[in-house]
């Protein structure tokens, strides 16, 4: 017992274990709704700088663990970070988002995108997780991600965010064989960058497939699952034991595909009632999530009862309470820290109900 309370609770929960009370974080948790990170973004303009700088990335992922002690301290990064570093460069620009210019679009293109070799172009990776290890300690895990081959290749080709992706789908559907080479160059990269992360001191790694919610099953069973598949698959077979998150936006259609990927937990939307996600994936699978990122605009009795409502959807085991996508820019920060109270008072909360 004395040993198991020395664990961080979203190991523990990520191992099944019965708990008092779900552990919590928050996808985006580090970002611009706080005053801190603002400020900070003022004196550094450049996204890449401050994800890039160990010493801003690092202060940028332990703002919201000094001022609201999450279960789970995410490294501050991008998904698009590991792009360069296989041929593929991008920025972000305000208030355009992502930006890869040229797009990625021909064979050639393709066949230019070369193997992620992390210790080279990654090496602020090690340095930013070696350093949240230490920092955090056992009072919380330090979360990992990347992103999925789909939603990667999906800005590598569109060269932006998208509304319609009738870019990538238009080469899905005229030159599959283009986008299948595309999309197995990056899962290797991606398993081998999910690896160096682990090696480096993420206990637990979130994989974002956000846009893979945007198509129909039938095209998700053939772009997106296999990919997936093939990243979890070459990271399990060299670090069975490091839990692994799946997030897709917008899923409710293909749930259960997400839980045959081999991911250990699936991160659901708030498009999906907890209760039958829960039946959806079966004993075997854990779930996280899944409140949406508009409750928190909501009263305070508005947002612990959504707490207290998705805790008993969850049940006591196998369940990270989150959002069911990233926090959103303008949220009320005293609403943040609310919801981070609450969360971890449940257990006494939910006994007086
Ligand atoms: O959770 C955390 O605290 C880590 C931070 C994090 C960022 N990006 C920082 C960021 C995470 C987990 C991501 C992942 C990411 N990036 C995803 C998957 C998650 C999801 O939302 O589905 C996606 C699709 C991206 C791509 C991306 N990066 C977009 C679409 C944008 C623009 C968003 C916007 O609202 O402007 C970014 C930029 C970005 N990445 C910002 C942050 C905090 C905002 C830019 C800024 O702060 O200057």
Not at 219 to 227: E, I, K
Not at 228 to 237: C, D, L, N, S, T
């Amino acid at each position: 017992m004395a040993e198991s309370s020395q664990i961080p609770y979203l190991l523990r929960a990520a191992r099944g274990e019965k708990l008092d009370r779900p552990p919590v974080w928050m996808m985006r948790q580090a970002g611009r709704y706080m005053k801190a990170y603002r400020e900070l973004r003022q004196k550094y303009p450049s996204f890449r700088e401050r994800s890039e700088n160990p010493d801003l990335a690092i202060e940028i992922s332990l703002q919201p663990f000094r001022a609201f002690q999450p279960d789970g301290v995410i490294l501050f990064s991008d998904i698009l970070t590991p792009l360069p570093g296989m041929g593929i460069p991008f920025d972000i620009v305000e208030s355009k988002g992502p930006i890869i210019d040229p797009p990625i679009r021909s064979a050639e293109q393709v066949e230019n995108v070369h193997p992620l070799d992390p210790e080279a172009s990654l090496p602020f990776i090690r340095t930013i997780l070696q350093t949240l290890r230490q920092e955090v300690g056992n009072r919380a895990a330090v979360l990992g991600f990347v992103g999925a081959p789909w939603t990667l290749a999906a800005y590598a080709i569109e060269g932006k965010s998208s509304k319609d992706y009738k870019i990538i789908k238009g080469m899905a559907f005229s030159n599959p064989e283009m986008l299948h080479s595309l999309l197995g160059k990056i899962a290797d990269s991606i398993a081998t960058y999910v690896r160096y992360q682990i090696d480096c001191g993420a206990q637990v790694v979130q994989m974002f497939d956000s846009w893979a919610g945007q198509l129909s099953p039938q095209d998700y069973d053939t772009f997106a699952l296999p990919y997936q598949k093939r990243v979890i698959e070459q990271v399990k077979a060299t670090h069975p034991d490091t839990p692994l998150i799946l997030y897709i936006s917008g899923s409710a259609g293909i749930l259960e595909r997400m839980g045959q990927s081999g991911v250990d937990i699936v991160s659901v939307d708030w498009t999906v009632d907890m209760a039958d996600a829960r039946k959806r994936l079966g004993p075997e699978i854990g779930v996280q999530g899944n409140i949406d990122p508009c409750v928190l605009f909501g009263s305070q009795e508005f947002i612990r009862d959504r707490i207290l409502d998705t805790i008993r959807k969850a049940g006591n085991q196998g369940h990270i309470l989150n959002l069911g996508h990233g926090i959103l820019p303008g949220t009320p920060e005293e609403n943040a820290a609310f919801f981070f109270e609450t969360a971890k008072q449940a257990d006494k909360l939910l006994a007086v109900r």
